[in-house]
């Protein structure tokens, strides 16, 4: 009901001179250049829309999760897995499995493009559009462009950029066809592009918009832009800068709490300072079932901690595919499931990944006897009764959802708090230090429902020097987004920075079974961390050459 209700106040706030329909459709490019066309205000909103509709088109939304998560140690497959979805995971990806193509994505980046060339002319047409309004859908279109441009380099490492708009749906492809942008090149033209519009964004959209939180957390706000800055200073290893723009995060998100208190002392009272100083939903603000805080971030949507999510509307022809096709529905399990060695030895004490006190994994992960079904996103309630006996797993009562509609999101508090922590430890002061493992010990102590004092808390002493910590930050990243669409990337960072793909190999060599010392030898190179060109790129665009990796006698040497 909540989330029903929420959706109507963010269509309220779209709406503007446009329908629910234009929110959800995309209408082709030969109407919206045309010289009657961008005239006034709505018209540049209809197109926003049309950007963010993109995003949650099924074949960008389902590459967020196949590039950013199925090759990693939290995924392998089900029984009904495709046979695409079986050769990833086998990490037997050639140029021509249909996952590695791209062009969803460059049609969003187009449609942004588009935004940003156009909107400018409409402020002299039309004075009920401002100049700042202006400014701020640019951003909106900046930030959605960088962060495509970001999926995508993090998955192929050097991919063809432009800010050129193509003006018609039957040349995208012409016009895209450009020499890739070196990945180090890309990093640093994002950023200036982000910097350059970070202050256009609104803090919050208007009160009298009727918007409410799935506005402020759905569509690009300055929070949203300080998240996605700071992920990218993360990757370029400019710590400092990284570490600026999380404190910025957390500075939004303190003051929110503050004014919780006073405007909405109920939802306030469900978020306690971890620290002191991080607000945080908690697992169990009451009651004796713990389970509140997914409950609110992955099963209503649009919580207090989120930043930047996708969001679809209850008993709407849009829905989450990626969610129904790898995660699952109701009834079925998806073509994925969660890696059993995630769950091995838990609840006896002995698991490599999780506590047993920690309500993560009854709450993502559910043994359906053969398979490890993954249930984030998935489940629309979870309540968990803590076991009280030694080794035994905790009783979890869940509802699925019959229809998915799960948001996805992009960029939520926990997330940016541990991007913080390891750009402190990258600095590695003894002050730093100290401030990573907080960041990470609030992470941690939320999901295991522990409170500053209790003695299952991490201690600092198990973690010293850098080595350990930045360990630590990755394997509570790795349990705190498990399949959100984050692990295979930030394993590909973490080796990038050291220098050397051992973590990673690792990591996912337990999956591959009978094949392990082929992937240790294929894994072994840092080409081997990126996707391989399509093959329908490479017959398109003259510059591409295939990465090195993926080049073999069965693949095209160009």
Not at 218 to 227: F, K
Request: charged fraction near 25%; hydrophobic fraction near 35%; include cysteine.
């Amino acid at each position: 009901m909540k989330k029903t209700l929420l959706y109507i106040s963010l269509l309220a706030g779209l709406s503007l001179g446009t329908s629910c329909d234009d929110f959800l459709d995309i209408e082709p490019l030969n109407e919206i250049v045309s010289d009657n066309y961008w005239t006034e205000k709505s018209d540049v909103q209809s197109v926003i829309y049309s950007c963010y509709s993109g995003m949650e088109a099924t074949d960008v939304l389902q590459r967020l999760f196949v590039w950013g998560e199925m090759r990693s140690d939290n995924i392998t497959t089900s029984n009904s897995a495709p046979w695409a979805v079986q050769q990833i995971i086998a990490e037997n990806i050639l140029e021509t499995n249909t996952w590695v193509r791209w062009q969803s994505l460059y049609q969003v980046i187009n449609r942004c493009n588009t935004v940003i060339y156009f909107a400018p002319s409409v402020v002299e047409k039309d004075p009920n559009y401002t100049e700042s309004e202006m400014k701020a859908n640019i951003a909106e279109a900046t930030w959605l462009r960088t962060f495509c441009y970001f999926t995508l380099m993090r998955a192929f490492r050097d991919v063809p950029y432009t800010t050129k708009p193509s003006l018609n749906d039957n040349d995208i492809e012409g016009d895209y066809r450009l020499a890739p942008t070196p990945f180090d090149v890309m990093l640093d033209t994002l950023i200036a592009d982000m910097e350059s519009v970070k202050d256009d964004a609104l803090k919050l959209y208007p009160e009298e918009s009727g918007t409410g939180l799935a506005a402020n957390t759905s569509r690009v706000t300055t929070c949203a832009m300080y998240a996605l800055l700071a992920d990218l200073y993360l990757w370029k290893q400019d710590y400092q800068k990284c570490i600026e723009y999380c404190d910025l995060v957390l500075e939004y998100k303190m003051e929110r709490y503050e004014e919780l208190k006073v405007e909405e002392p109920e939802e306030a009272a469900d978020i306690d300072l971890y620290f002191n100083k991080y607000p945080l939903l908690m697992e169990q603000p009451g009651g004796n079932t713990v389970g509140s805080a997914y409950n609110a971030i992955f099963g209503i949507g649009n919580s207090f901690e989120s930043i930047m999510e996708l969001y679809f509307q209850n008993n709407q022809s849009l829905t989450n595919q990626l969610v129904s096709s790898f995660y699952g529905t109701s009834s079925n399990i998806g073509s994925c499931c969660a890696y059993a060695e995630l769950m091995t030895g838990v609840y006896e004490g002995n698991g490599s990944t999780f506590k047993p006190t920690d309500y993560r994994a009854a709450e993502n992960i559910q043994d359906m006897g053969s398979q490890y079904a993954i249930r984030k996103y998935l489940r629309q309630t979870v309540a968990i009764t803590p076991s009280r006996q030694s080794g035994t797993a905790p009783t979890t009562s869940a509802s699925l959802r019959s229809t998915n509609y799960a948001n996805w999101i992009l960029y939520r508090l926990t997330d940016v708090m541990l991007m913080k922590a390891e750009a402190e430890i990258e600095l590695g002061s003894t002050e730093q230090m100290d401030d990573a493992f907080e960041l990470i010990s609030a992470v941690y102590n939320r999901a295991n429902n522990l409170s500053e004092t209790s003695t299952d808390c991490l201690k600092k002493d198990d973690y010293l020097g850098r080595a350990m910590m930045r360990q630590l930050v990755l394997d509570e990243r790795h349990r705190e987004l498990m399949f959100e669409g984050k692990r295979w990337f930030d394993l590909v960072r973490y080796c990038l920075r050291v220098g050397n793909n051992t973590a990673l190999i690792e990591a996912v060599i337990g999956k591959q079974r009978e094949k392990q010392s082929a992937t240790r030898v294929k894994l072994s190179s840092t080409d081997a961390l990126f996707w391989p060109y399509a093959e329908s790129e490479l017959d398109a665009n003259p510059h591409l050459t295939q990465n090195p990796a993926y080049i073999t006698s069965e693949t095209s040497e160009k």
